[in-house]
């Protein structure tokens, strides 16, 4: 049946006006969630990446999703022997690290060097500023040990120990004017990004506290040390880093303004730049003896006179005290990083109740059976760090949206603004440093090596792999830890048998590269990578 004319234009009418209908409801919609994506992003409501499918982010991995410098990268490098006087500085980059040769002794004169600082034969103690390019540490705990210099028969160990440099693999040597490679080492900047993004707050256990020490050394003179440890020094006590008034980065000389800006509340005489807090496990013990009693029944089962823990002594706080501790206000603290690392005191020593002797079970040996040994120990160091991790990012998350908030800005990672620092912390997170295992004879050994050594069964090191990679895992498995980073930087140390200390094969001498390439990387990876 054929239409009218009349109809035809009506119906072409309708049509029109449905057609300019839906090209105005279409415009008025984009138009929307413009205003909605550019209101929210500028606020910092929302990031821009959370608009997009998941199938157009570029994936790397859950948690490394741009990096220059990645941990892995850092770590897969080697060691370069390079006279200690071709470097002006402990950390300087030499020419090694760019054609992986040792530069010549032309090139240490090029930085102003002199042929009459050379030294060939150590004799006396304070050589080792000459040979280390320190000017000095601020830290006075084992002042000697730390440098092992405190015995003269280990004296031939040098110049050489400290003749090597660490160079790093992969994209960690890309060209830094581009915007890749590791950060160059410097440390007024260090300073300045410990005052605008927060200072360290170092928990773990003596080579944590090797580790402060050799910060100190680097950030010496602008540091000074508190308190100084003496004769009966408790290892449970902190001790800290505070500016030191005379640097000469806070001098106004009226021709200058002062390096260094405070923020707001910061008191030089009681906010720390760095801490350093022994903290063994992680947990008190008497929060490990409850989660083992609630996870583990079957070891009282088997034995009701059962203990966790022997006689050996530990130095361990409570998650809910060191990060009260960590997220104190000014003028108190101004911490914006928590370092630990990961199981060196976890042995079948401290946890006694794990030593392979347990009473068969009363009933039988019905049931679920007790796992001794390195066994049951690493499957519940796993259990309770996958306790440890989600009550740790609960409370970064509680503080971190009460500081954003007072901030004034809802964006969850605020970017760096001329500002930024003046009123403190801006964000809180926390890096877990992989541990390192000691070395089988390690004072026999006069050069870093090529190849990793056999790790020796003294102790824990055998299975200090397997625990760092256990709580790797625990960390990098999911999203859900945005704010607890784990660094696999231990490779460096695994090359260097012969950087420990004179006492023992654990302990790590100062100013062999080792600790200073730790702070160097967590420096880099705050401030570059995350």
């Known amino acids: 049946m054929a239409s009218s004319p009349s109809l035809d234009l009506f119906l072409a009418f309708l049509s029109r006006i449905r057609t300019r209908r839906a090209t105005f409801l279409i415009l008025f919609g984009v138009a929307s969630l413009s205003l909605v994506f550019f209101y929210t992003t500028t606020l910092g ?17 859950a948690r490394e999703p741009k990096l220059t410098c990645s941990p892995r990268e850092y770590s897969q490098g080697k060691w370069v022997e390079q006279p200690y006087y071709t470097r002006p500085g402990p950390l300087s980059r030499s020419g090694s690290a760019v054609n992986g040769r040792p530069d010549t002794d032309s090139d240490f004169l090029a930085h102003g060097g002199s042929e009459e600082t050379h030294i060939t034969n150590f004799t006396r103690k304070e050589d080792i500023f000459n040979l280390t390019r320190f000017q000095g540490c601020a830290s006075i705990q084992d002042y000697w040990w730390h440098f092992s210099v405190d015995q003269e028969e280990r004296w031939d160990r040098f110049p050489r120990a400290v003749n090597w440099e660490w160079i790093p693999g992969g994209r960690c040597n890309d060209d830094l004017e581009n915007g890749g490679g590791l950060r160059d080492w410097d440390s007024v900047q260090v300073l300045k990004d410990m005052l605008e993004q927060g200072g360290w707050l170092m928990l773990g256990d ?12 680097l950030l010496y003179p602008h540091v000074i040390a ?75 089962r088997a034995n009701w006179a059962f203990k966790l823990f022997g006689t050996e002594a530990v130095w361990t706080i409570s998650p809910h005290e060191y990060l009260n501790i960590f997220t104190q206000s000014l003028p108190v603290a101004n911490y914006g990083t928590m370092i630990l690392s990961t199981a060196g005191h976890w042995t079948t020593g401290l946890f006694a109740g794990y030593q392979e002797h347990g009473t068969p079970p009363a009933n039988g040996g019905a049931g679920v059976q007790p796992v001794y040994g390195y066994d049951g120990l690493l499957q519940f160091f796993g259990e309770v760090m996958e306790r440890w991790a989600p009550k740790v990012q609960a409370h970064l998350d509680l503080v971190n949206e009460r500081t954003i ?83 696999p930087i231990d490779l460096p140390g695994r090359f260097r048998p012969d950087g420990h200390v004179r006492s023992d094969c654990l302990h790590i001498m100062t100013g062999v590269g080792v600790l200073e390439g730790w702070s160097h990387y967590i420096w880099h990876y705050l401030t570059r990578e995350i």
Not at 206 to 217: A, K
Not at 266 to 286: E, G, H, K, M, N
Not at 443 to 451: D, P
Request: aromatic fraction near 12%; glycine fraction near 4%; include cysteine.
């Open 45 to 61: 409501i929302a990031d821009i990446v959370q608009w997009l499918p998941s199938s157009f982010v570029p994936y790397t991995s």
């Open 206 to 217: 003596s080579i944590t506290e090797n580790h402060f020490f050799s910060l100190s050394c």
């Open 226 to 300: 508190r308190p100084q440890p003496g004769e009966h020094f408790d290892r449970a006590w902190p001790q800290h880093l505070y500016l030191n008034p005379a640097s000469p980065l806070l001098q106004n000389d009226s021709t200058a303004p002062p390096t260094l800006h405070l923020p707001e509340g910061f008191d030089i005489a009681q906010t720390p730049l760095a801490t350093y807090r022994r903290v063994d496990l992680l947990w008190s013990t008497d929060e490990l003896q409850e989660m083992h009693r609630i996870l583990h029944p079957e070891f009282y």
């Open 405 to 487: 908030a007072k901030s004034g800005s809802l964006k969850r990672y605020p970017p760096a603004a001329p500002d930024a620092g003046r009123h403190g912390v801006k964000k809180r997170r926390v890096i877990v440093r992989a541990y390192l295992p000691g070395h089988d004879r390690c004072h026999t050994y006069r050069s870093a090596v090529e190849e990793l050594q056999p790790i020796p069964p003294s102790w824990n090191w055998a299975k200090i792999p397997t625990f760092n990679q256990i709580f790797e895992d625990v960390v990098n498995k999911t999203t859900d830890y945005p704010d607890i980073h784990f660094l």
